[in-house]
């Protein structure tokens, strides 16, 4: 099985920076694209931010600019950080991933349990 573990979540004041990380573990051959996505209360969940293992990117229009993702292919490890928050920022931020498992021909996308960002005024 194949587990996507969050961290780096909490409460930070309007205008501070944090940094999200999640590491993907379990029988894992590859992991093409990994990312970030958020829910806000009362919304739908949306995307953030990806990034394929060769490092291309991809950002929702409003965190262009204001956030940096990367990733460390080695230790099958995504990173978000984002600068300059708003409370409007303020989501549960989940983790995604297609994962090639082993001995297996197609990946499977798979997501985090989410980690909690609040930002305060």
């Known amino acids: 099985q194949v587990q996507l573990v969050e961290s780096g979540g909490g409460l930070v004041q309007a205008g501070g920076s944090l940094r999200l990380s999640c590491a993907a573990s379990?029988?894992?051959?590859?992991?093409?694209?990994m990312g970030w996505y958020r829910q806000a209360p009362g919304k739908q969940r949306e995307l953030v931010a990806t990034?394929?293992?060769?490092?291309?990117?991809n950002y929702v229009d409003s965190m262009k600019g204001r956030s940096t993702i990367s990733r460390d292919n080695a230790k099958n490890t995504v990173y978000l950080e984002i600068n300059r928050l708003k409370p409007e920022a303020t989501a549960v931020y989940y983790c995604?991933?297609?994962?090639?498992?082993?001995?297996?021909?197609?990946?499977?996308?798979?997501w985090g349990q989410g980690t909690q960002v609040t930002v305060s005024s």
């Open positions: 995604n991933a297609d994962v090639l498992r082993v001995s297996t021909i197609a990946p499977v996308n798979f």
């Open positions: 379990g029988s894992i051959s590859s992991v093409p694209t």
């Open positions: 990034i394929t293992s060769v490092g291309s990117t």
